[in-house]
C-alpha cells in the first residue's frame, strides 16, 4: 500500500518568514496530493490540492511543488503569520478516488509573533 | 453550507465495554469515510462506503470494529470490546462522488479508553 513520509515533524519560524515542509510517497499510481490544516481540536481543513499533471500550484500565501519522478511534493508558505499555527498534514490518493487518502504525520508549524 | 456532523464530541468509556459513533455526512455526498486519528499521528483511513455499500474495509479490524450505513445517508461506527489502543479521534468525512472530489471532514469524536 501507500506510505506518506512528512518532514519536519515540528517547525518554528518568525512571522514574516518562510515555512516549507515536504513529503515523499511511495505508490507510483498515486496522482493527488492534498494538504490539510488542522487547528487545534478542530476539523483537518484542505487548504491546497495538486494533481500530478501539473508540477506546481499557487493561492496567494501557499503553493504546492511536485515532483513525480522523485516522488516528493512540499507545500510552501510565504510572509507566515500568527494564525498560520497548526498542524499539517500531506496527503496522497488516486483521483480516481479522492477521499481514500494516505496521511502523513503531520508537522506542526509555530509562527512567533 | 452545512458541514459533516458527528457526534458525540468526547466519549469515555471504559475497556471491554462497547461504544458507539454517528456522523451525518453533507447533503447529497454520496462517499463517506471513517478515520482514526492517533495522537500525533495522521489520520488513517478505517472504512469507505459508496451510498450505502462498502468501497473498502481493508483497515478495519473486524473482530471489534463495525460500521454501517442503511440508508446511504448517516452512518454509525462501533467498537465491542474496546481496547486502551482505541483511544483516538474517529473523523468522519464525505465527499460529493468518489472521483476528483475533495472529502470534508467533521469534527470527530475524541474516545478515551481507560
Known amino acids: 500500500g501507500e506510505n506518506v513520509e512528512q518532514h519536519p515533524s515540528t517547525l518554528s519560524v518568525q512571522e514574516g518568514d518562510s515555512a516549507v515542509i515536504k513529503c515523499t510517497y511511495s505508490?507510483?499510481?498515486?496522482?493527488?496530493f492534498p494538504w490539510y490544516k488542522q487547528e487545534l481540536g478542530k476539523r483537518p481543513q484542505l487548504i491546497i490540492d495538486i494533481r500530478s499533471n501539473v508540477g506546481e500550484k499557487k493561492d496567494q500565501r501557499i503553493a504546492v511543488t511536485l515532483n513525480k519522478t522523485a516522488k516528493h511534493f512540499s507545500l510552501h508558505i510565504t510572509e507566515t503569520q500568527p494564525e498560520d499555527s497548526a498542524v499539517y498534514f500531506c496527503?496522497?490518493?488516486?483521483?480516481?478516488?479522492?477521499?481514500?487518502?494516505?496521511f502523513g504525520d503531520g508537522t506542526t508549524l509555530t509562527v512567533k509573533p | 453550507e452545512a458541514g459533516v456532523a458527528q457526534s458525540p464530541r468526547y466519549k469515555i468509556i471504559e475497556k471491554r465495554q462497547s461504544v458507539a459513533f454517528w456522523c451525518n455526512p453533507i447533503s447529497g455526498h454520496a462517499t463517506l469515510y471513517w478515520y482514526q486519528q492517533i495522537l500525533g499521528q495522521g489520520p488513517k483511513l478505517l472504512i469507505q462506503f459508496q451510498n450505502n455499500g462498502v468501497v473498502d474495509d481493508s483497515q478495519l479490524p473486524k473482530d471489534r470494529f463495525s460500521a454501517e450505513r442503511l440508508k446511504g445517508v448517516d452512518s454509525t461506527l462501533k467498537i465491542q470490546p474496546a481496547k486502551l489502543e482505541d483511544s483516538a479521534v474517529y473523523l468522519c468525512?464525505?465527499?460529493?462522488?468518489?472521483?476528483?472530489?475533495?472529502?470534508?471532514f467533521g469534527q470527530g469524536t475524541r474516545l478515551t479508553v481507560v
Open positions: 496527503a496522497a490518493s488516486r483521483a480516481n478516488n479522492a477521499g481514500k487518502s494516505t
Open positions: 468525512a464525505s465527499s460529493f462522488r468518489r472521483v476528483d472530489t475533495e472529502a470534508f
Open positions: 505508490d507510483s499510481a498515486s496522482n493527488y
